[in-house]
Nanobody
Framework: QVQLVESGGGLVQTGDSLRLSCAAS???????IGWFRQAPGKEREFVAA????????YYKDSVKGRFAISRDDAYNKVHLQMNSLKSDDTAVYFC??????????????????WGQGTQVTVSS
């Protein structure tokens, strides 16, 4: 059983930065970790993912160049650095995990473990 806890959300202004963190219980060195988000009235969507076995990363097109996903093995965490935030980035952000490789890191059905979410609000 893996427990995930997100942190780092908050209220910022357009153009600001935030760093979200996903802390996992136990070692997840062979996991795939994904970040998803859900805005009010919208479906959950993929944001970024990293395969910890080989550090392959994946991003939603609209966040490429602005967001960066990274690992912190010393603290069993995965971070999502979000720069140049826009109002469209406002959502609840969720961390998700699965054990091992997946051919579909951008699909939420690939993940079996989910955190509670952290709210990100970008004010214009």
């Amino acid at each position: 059983q893996v427990q995930l806890v997100e942190s780092g959300g908050g209220l910022v202004q357009t153009g600001d930065s935030l760093r979200l963190s996903c802390a996992a219980s136990g070692s997840f060195s062979t996991y795939t970790i994904g970040w998803f988000r859900q805005a009010p009235g919208k479906e959950r969507e993929f944001v970024a993912a990293i395969m910890l076995k080989d550090d392959s990363t994946y991003y939603k097109d609209s966040v490429k160049g602005r967001f960066a996903i990274s690992r912190d093995d010393a603290y069993n965490k995965v971070h999502l650095q979000m720069n140049s935030l826009k109002s469209d980035d406002t959502a609840v952000y969720f961390c998700a995990a699965r054990f091992g490789f997946t051919a579909y890191p951008m699909n939420d059905f690939s993940y079996g473990y989910w955190g509670q979410g952290t709210q990100v609000t970008v004010s214009s």
